[in-house]
């Protein structure tokens, strides 16, 4: 939301979060979930163009699950498939932004499945959180598992940690070998509380807000912590993240490294949030990691 859009409508939110704290904190839970400003893919690069050429290869498929539908891509590997590598885009992003993470993990010979996160993409939906993602994933992966791993960037990592875990109410966890994240935040409460302060809700606003998180999910949202994740369920995970960050910082990267021994950190100097899934580096990186015994 821009600085401008913030000025005129935080008196109103105030107002509002002190006359009906519930139900404005409600309301403003479900903005927080709400992808605005979609990214779009360039396709005057040669970025943009070989994602395209890539997908057009693929077998599209429409997945249903309980709130609607997801719009994946399954790529096949020469051989015999190693297993298979579900790979995961952030908010705001579409499964083709991850299109450079593809081709290296099909060299290694596995199955890649590409996926476009409800509300976002060819998918249907004007939301996203945790429940929504899971419950995708669940329908996606559910004839795949165990899965050889996960590669995942921004909010799409901290929902595959979620999901491995088992972070939400009625979704058993999903079984994964490996987990990359490229730029995933440490958790989802500091954020959450950024937001209502940006946003003008008053302290019960916001205890609201946090409700609804835990009528939604069923955990509240002090549980959505990646950090914990891994310390509770031990997936050797690979943690990549640029110092100059300026949407998820670099603090959030060290965070998760200090989860134990088997999750590793490497920086991933100058490349920004999204620039950084452009790097041959990091899409290399990524798929050995995978790969590794």
């Given at each position: 939301m821009t600085h401008a859009a913030l000025k005129v409508i935080r008196p109103v939110v105030r107002l509002s979060s002190l006359i009906s704290p519930r139900t404005t904190g409600r309301l403003a839970f479900h903005l927080f979930c709400t992808p605005i400003g979609h990214a779009k893919v360039n396709d005057t690069t040669p970025q943009g163009r070989a994602a395209r050429a890539?997908?057009?290869?693929?077998?599209?498929?429409?997945?249903?699950?309980?709130?609607?539908?997801?719009q994946t891509f399954r790529f096949e590997p020469e051989g015999v498939s190693r297993g298979t590598v579900l790979v995961l885009h952030g908010w705001t992003g579409q499964s083709l932004f991850m299109a450079g993470f593809i081709e290296p993990l099909l060299a290694q010979g596995f199955r890649v499945i590409a996926m476009d996160m409800p509300g976002h993409g060819a998918s249907s939906g004007r939301r996203l959180n945790f429940a929504l993602g899971i419950e995708a994933i669940s329908a996606v992966v559910r004839d795949e598992q165990p899965l050889a791993g996960i590669v995942a960037h921004s909010f799409g990592g901290a929902v595959a940690l979620a999901a491995v875990a088992g972070g939400v109410e009625g979704f058993p966890p999903i079984t994964a070998r490996r987990v990359v994240t490229v730029a995933s935040p440490r958790a989802m409460q500091g954020y959450g509380r950024q937001f209502s302060q940006q946003l003008?809700?008053?302290?019960?606003?916001?205890?609201a807000f946090e409700a609804?998180?835990?009528?939604?999910?069923?955990?509240?949202?002090?549980?959505?912590?990646?950090?914990?994740?891994?310390?509770?369920?031990?997936?050797?995970?690979?943690?990549?993240?640029?110092?100059?960050?300026?949407e998820i910082p670099f603090s959030d990267a060290e965070a998760l490294a200090e989860a134990g021994s088997h999750v590793e950190l490497r920086a991933m100097p100058g490349l920004g949030h999204r620039r950084i899934l452009m790097s041959r580096a990091v899409q290399q990186a990524a798929a050995e990691f995978i790969a590794k015994n």
């Open positions: 890539l997908f057009a290869r693929a077998t599209a498929r429409q997945v249903t699950h309980g709130c609607g539908y997801v003008g809700l008053t302290q019960r606003g916001h205890h609804e998180v835990l009528a939604v999910a069923g955990r509240p949202m002090e549980s959505f912590c990646g950090a914990e994740y891994l310390r509770r369920t031990l997936v050797p995970t690979l943690v990549m993240h640029a110092p100059d960050d300026k």
